[in-house]
């Protein structure tokens, strides 16, 4: 069975991607469908009701048209791709935003799509304004400055200034987020749809502000020029200045535009003026440029009408609910302030009894000390009254031993003094003994001349005597018995019995002067003896007596050096100066 001829079903249904300025979606729309249907489908996806400034844009080749929504999508030079994409953005621009912009889903899109146009540098916008209108869009994406919370560099990926403007100055990243900060922080309590709404009025009076440009050429001189299309009217500028034009027809004064082919001719409403022609290259541009004619037209003669039924609806509605959100932001702004009257009500009493708690620690801890500090000085006031019973009880000692010290101190001096009257009559009765042995060191000396002499007499007499017994010898031998002596004459007997009586005296003298002689030699040896032990027990008790005083010395030092709270060494002190007549005197005593 062929098949061959079958004709293949065409699909029912088509993808389409519509991107807005802050979400993406997608529809499965019908092929039947117009422009208007699929339009009509964002714009309840999307929840807009001012539907006439918006549209569908999409690219053909090198330029781009919009959704015509009388006419079927696939009919019109939309793409071929599947899912088809439109751009859904703002067609036509009001004249005062604050005024013709009711929803805020409208002010929300105006105010996505003119910030992006103006970082594009689609409109051009001083620094000073671009810083400004930076901190309105802060504003609106972060609420009130926080400085807790909005550290330096939480700007760093939000792109806010056009590129132009950044590469204008030379200042950092960290610089320019500064100036805005320091604009964002003075924007506190503005809701995020009233920034928005700030942001739109002062965009609207920049000069590229809701214009579309299209190049185009006068016939005459074959000039370029530019004509800009916006919600006031026509504007003719010259190619290398978009800002200040140099002819402008308002819709007001304009009568009728028309074209035909590539020419277009603006007739002015005063017949007296010229009609200003001028020529286009793309058909499709020519197309453009009367669309958005017609309708920037019609939304002019629209404004100055009574607003329809349902434009004062929206308005009550939206001025209803402007209400309704600024008393809910009020009755916000007023719990949020008493909310942070309470945070710093709470943070105060936190800190307050964080402040009690340390100051109950501290004074705990103080109490602590000062306990241990009690305890401590107790102890130490214990022991320093022991030490001052102690120091007491060594003073009082040390009292008694001054006393005991000074008493034998004293007597040390009575007795020194006694010693040393001793000593005196010990020097005394030594110079007396001295005296006395010299003096009988000349007796003896004399009595040993006397004793020599003696003995020289009888050694004489003793030889006189032998030589008359010598003589008288030959006689008495010759007689058995002795004779009696002869009587000699009167002289020679006289002289024998004289001789006979001085030997017999001599010998007599010699035996006693012998004996006495020698007694005293005894007495001397006795005497110098006695006095040599008594010289010697003087030496001895003088030398325990100094070595008495020394130690008493040194007690006594000892014992004021401990009433003064420290003991020292006792010093020897020599008596060197004091004892040196002594020793001499005494050494003389020895070899005496």
Excluded at 449 to 477: G, M, S, V
Aim: with cysteine; aromatic share 8%.
């Amino acid at each position: 069975m062929s098949i061959l001829g079958l004709k293949k079903k065409q699909p029912k249904t088509f993808k389409v991607k519509v991107i807005t300025m802050d979400a993406e979606m997608e529809f499965s729309c019908e092929v039947k469908w117009k422009g208007k249907d699929l339009f009509d489908l964002v714009c309840r996806t999307v929840g807009l009701r001012e539907t006439w400034f918006f549209g569908l844009r999409y690219t053909v080749k090198d330029t781009y048209a919009w959704l015509k929504p009388e006419k079927r999508v696939l009919d019109q030079e939309v793409p071929k791709d599947s899912p088809i994409t439109f751009h859904f953005l703002a067609k036509f621009f009001p004249e005062k935003v604050e005024e013709e912009l009711v929803q805020e889903i409208t002010q929300h899109l105006f105010f996505l799509q003119v910030k992006k146009q103006i970082l594009d540098e689609e409109i051009f916008c001083s620094p000073e304004a671009s810083v400004l209108l930076a901190s309105y869009a802060v504003q609106a994406k972060y609420g009130d400055y926080d400085p807790n919370f909005h550290k330096p560099g939480f700007l760093a990926q939000d792109e806010l200034l056009p590129k132009r403007v950044l590469m204008q100055y030379q200042m950092t990243a960290d610089m320019w987020e500064e100036k805005i900060t320091a604009w964002y922080a003075e924007h506190r309590g503005i809701a995020r749809d009233e920034a928005e709404m700030e942001y739109l009025k002062i965009a609207q009076d920049l000069e590229m502000y809701g214009v579309s440009y299209f190049a185009i050429t006068q016939n005459k001189r074959d000039t370029d020029l530019l004509l800009g299309v916006d919600a006031q009217g026509l504007h003719i500028y010259s190619p290398n200045s978009k800002l200040n034009p140099n002819k402008s027809f308002p819709w007001s004064g304009i009568r009728n535009i028309s074209y035909s082919e590539k020419e277009f001719t603006i007739k002015p409403l005063d017949k007296k003026k010229d009609v200003f022609k001028f020529y286009s290259s793309q058909l499709r541009v020519n197309k453009l440029i009367l669309q958005l004619c017609i309708g920037n037209h019609d939304l002019f003669m629209r404004r100055r009408k009574v607003d329809s039924i349902e434009v004062q609806q929206m308005k009550a509605q939206a001025k209803e609910e402007k209400a309704r959100k600024k008393m809910e932001r009020q009755i916000l702004a007023r719990e949020k302030q008493m909310r942070e009257e309470a945070e710093r009500a709470k943070e105060e009493m936190e800190r307050r009894l964080f402040q009690l708690q340390d100051e109950a620690r501290l004074a705990n801890e103080a109490l602590l000390r000062s306990e241990e500090t009690a305890d401590l000085l107790a102890e130490k006031a214990q022991i320093a009254e022991e030490e001052a019973k102690l120091l007491a009880h060594k003073a009082a000692e040390a009292e008694q031993e001054r006393q005991r010290l000074e008493v034998t101190a004293m007597k040390t001096k009575e007795e020194k003094r006694l010693m040393e009257q001793k000593m005196r009559e010990a020097e005394q009765l030594a110079v007396k003994l001295v005296e006395q042995s010299e003096r009988r060191l000349k007796e003896a000396d004399h009595l040993k001349q006397d004793l020599t002499e003696a003995k020289d007499a009888e050694r004489r007499a003793k030889q006189k005597l032998l030589e008359i017994t010598k003589t008288t010898y030959p006689l008495i031998a010759a007689y058995s018995t002795p004779p009696a002596p002869p009587v000699p004459p009167e002289t020679p007997d006289f002289a024998y019995e004289s001789a006979s009586t001085r030997l017999d005296f001599k010998d007599s003298d010699m035996k006693r002067l012998s004996m006495e002689i020698e007694r005293e030699r005894l007495e001397y040896m006795e005497k110098s003896k006695h006095l040599q032990d008594q010289l010697k027990e003087l030496k001895t008790e003088i030398e325990s007596l100094k070595l008495e005083e020394q130690q008493q010395q040194a007690g006594l030092y000892n014992l004021r050096s401990e009433a003064r709270g420290y003991v020292q060494e006792p010093v020897y002190i020599p008596h060197s100066n004091r004892n040196s007549a002594y020793m001499s005197q005494m050494a003389y005593f020895e070899e005496v």
